[in-house]
């Protein structure tokens, strides 16, 4: 994998390029990148909750920490990971031309997998531990950004 460091006005954005790294061994580096680096440069910042982001559409998975459940960001610092085999499968699907409610049902199980993989990372990583608190809340959103689409709380 590689990383990229992007400075956007007061955020950092970390970015990991997982060009031949599939998604399922991806996901475990952005936590390790996230404990590592993200999140000391967010200790100033009040949040409640990790927010995940999956992207089907451009292969990505975004992670920072929220206040609410609402898309105000104040973090300084983000981490995502771009995973092409995430997006090829995306534009796979729509080369395959299939009706509408069979993207839907592709695109909600494909998202609910990459979520799964995801959790189960944050969970081998022993996440509160790693981030010095009881426990940590995970909040995971699609494509839509504004659905929640699972909750996991870690350490509780």
Known sequence: ?????????????????AERTPVTEAVSELWLKYIDEVAPKNTEVKWDHL????CLDSGRVILFPAASPFRYRAEKAVCQIICPDLLASYEDMIKAGVSDDQFDAWA???TEKVV???????????????LGKPSVRILYYGADLEKLLREDNLGA
């Open 116 to 130: 799964s993989l995801v959790s189960g990372a944050a969970r081998q990583m022993n996440l509160p531990h790693r």
């Open 108 to 110: 909600n199980g494909a």
């Open 51 to 54: 927010r995940a982001e999956i």
């Open 1 to 17: 994998m590689r990383w990229e460091i992007h400075p956007k006005g007061s955020t950092i954005g970390y970015a990991g390029y």
